[in-house]
């Protein structure tokens, strides 16, 4: 079985502003990686994802994360947050038969001017 | 290409009444998944099907619900004798098995309020 542990349930940064959201999975067997974002009152779109290869992992909207097996570590970071970045921001892991998702409790990404 | 569709979007229904969901998947992906969501809460899996097969269900999934995904196309969701506590947004999500491009696409999903 797999678990995701977000330790931040909310991070307040200032726009332009560099950020970094947590994330530390639990797992006995490998698995991927997945950051979702999701806004108010709509499903979730897939930022990155990391399968095998290149522990740095580039997404959509300037995102990226990095694969730590060591640290069972996957943090997502930006380096200059917009507005429209607030969001919630999910962390998943799934095994390599990509049979479910199993998703963090979520960080809520406060970008202010 | 279309993305995954759910209707209804919302659903407003009097305890103990009967719901029912749809999702339709993008084109030609075969595995479909249902998640729910509560409030403050990420996405827990309910159950999900490779193509018309369900081929795993959590145990979330108490005996009122059911899930269907006649010849492997759009899928429904019911929900029967509502409780307050199924109360949630219900999240479909829909791949393609391929090696790598087994990414799950999700849908909008459709917010339940039991009264």
């Known amino acids: 079985a797999q678990s995701v542990t977000q330790l931040d349930s909310q991070v307040p940064v200032f726009e332009e502003a560099p950020v ?9 067997v490998s698995v991927y990686l997945f950051w979702y974002v999701q806004y108010p009152n709509q499903g979730l779109q897939l930022l ?3 399968l095998s290869g290149s522990t740095l992992v580039k997404g959509i909207n300037g995102f990226e994360a990095e694969f730590n097996k060591s640290q069972t ?8 947050v917009h507005i429209s970045d607030t969001a919630e921001y999910f962390c998943a892991v799934s095994d390599r038969g990509f049979q479910k998702l199993v998703f963090g409790t979520g960080t809520r990404l406060l970008v202010s001017p | 290409d279309t993305g ?3 209707n209804p979007r919302h659903k407003i229904t009097k305890r103990g009444q009967n719901v029912t969901f749809r999702c339709d998947p993008i ?3 075969n595995r479909l998944y249902w998640y729910r969501q509560t409030l403050g809460q990420g996405p827990e899996f309910l159950t999900y099907f490779q193509n018309e097969a369900q081929l795993e ?12 995904r006649p010849k492997g196309s759009f899928s429904t969701l019911e929900i029967q004798r509502t409780e307050q506590g199924d109360s949630a947004m219900y999240l479909c999500a829909s791949s393609s098995r391929g ?5 799950q696409y999700f849908g909008p999903g459709t917010r339940l309020t039991v009264l």
């Open chain 2, 99 to 103: 090696g790598q491009t087994d990414t």
């Open chain 2, 4 to 6: 995954v569709s759910q």
């Open chain 1, 48 to 50: 990155l994802k990391y």
């Open chain 2, 57 to 68: 269900k959590s145990r979330l999934l108490s005996d009122r619900f059911s899930a269907e």
């Open chain 1, 73 to 80: 570590s996957f943090h997502l970071r930006k380096p200059s």
């Open chain 2, 27 to 29: 084109s030609e992906h």
């Open chain 1, 20 to 28: 970094e959201l947590r994330c530390n999975y639990s797992s006995s």
